[in-house]
């Protein structure tokens, strides 16, 4: 079931990073963003792929985690991804991208869920460092960067309190939680 | 399998229109948007639902098809949306919408596929004529237009011939086909 998967996909950021993700993986899960929707069927959309630590270890600086956890500057040594799947958009094809970035990177992260994998769509990057870390052309923009790894930590779903706030939360046990809006707010009619 | 699912949810723009969906289907398709990821956890969209050949038919008008077939104008009577589902995002919870639309979208239209049904993601539209026959708030910006049905078309993905070119096109006997850009192609590093 769909919905089965969608509540298992939820945005992790802590892995067991002694287990490692393969190429072949990577590629299965790129398959499925390469199968789904594209504005005008235009396929704009490239993919570098990271499973080694070597290259892993040039992209992590470059990316900012969970913007609410004040205190938690990302994961440490041990609980980092174990692969990335960075998304350009290729400008030689086309700069207008409509909305196929969010429908690639959930295909491919519904892909992953499946697969036993955990993931988190990553846009706060450092994007000028990441560049010239990993030597992308110019001709590439860098729009996402999915982490991926065996999932560590526990992600509960909430629903939003009284007072309205999105924010999710870590509690002193470790589990992150994410308060969801309900059904009734998000339909207007 | 994902997998599977992704390769039946196709862009499909004929239908058979006699076959109602219920507005119960249309909330666990919402449903499922609602529990995907959000950047910043905002969740900042909202949704208009229509599922009675009244509001169908207001909707139906402001949306532009497939802009490759030319000598096509849209599904005539008896061959059009079921449903639609109008993807808006609320301006006062933020304008900042990142990737959400996708996500949603994906979500959405795999959600369908799974209940049988078929659907396209429709941006080009007469978004300010939309707004007038709908009354919508101008709190709400019109972000996208699913319109779902029962299926009555096939449609065939290929690999991208020769001369690269990504444009659809439906054969003598109504058939659809899409080009997609190989594994190789994508993946470029």
Redesign the interface.
């Given at each position: 079931?769909?919905?089965d998967?969608?509540?298992k996909?939820r945005?992790y950021r802590r892995f067991n990073e002694e287990v490692d993700i393969k190429l072949e993986t990577l590629?299965?899960l790129?398959?499925?963003a390469?199968?789904?929707?594209s504005?005008?069927?235009?396929?704009p959309?490239?993919?570098?792929?990271s499973y080694e630590l070597r290259r892993n270890l040039l992209i992590f600086p470059h990316l900012a985690w969970a913007?609410?956890l004040r205190d938690w500057s990302g994961p440490c040594e041990g609980e980092r991804p174990s692969a990335y799947i960075i998304i350009?958009g290729d400008t030689e094809i086309s700069r207008f991208l409509?909305?196929?970035?969010?429908?690639?990177?959930?295909?491919i992260?519904?892909?992953a869920t499946?697969k036993s994998l955990g993931g988190c769509?990553i846009?706060n990057i450092d994007r000028e460092g990441l560049r010239k870390d990993?030597e992308i052309s110019s001709r590439?923009e860098i729009l996402?960067v999915l982490a991926l790894g065996k999932i560590k930590e526990e992600v509960v779903?909430e629903t939003i309190g009284a007072r309205g706030d999105?924010?999710?939360w870590r509690d002193s046990r470790g589990v992150h939680h994410?308060?969801?809006?309900s059904?009734d707010e998000?339909?207007?009619?």
């Open positions: 079931m769909i919905r998967l969608i509540l996909n945005s590629k299965e790129i398959d499925l390469r199968l789904s929707a504005a005008r069927n235009a396929q959309l490239k993919y570098i792929l913007a609410y350009l409509a909305y196929d970035v969010g429908i690639a990177a959930q295909s992260l519904l892909g499946e769509m846009a990993l590439y996402l779903i999105t924010k999710y994410v308060p969801k809006r059904l998000i339909i207007i009619g």
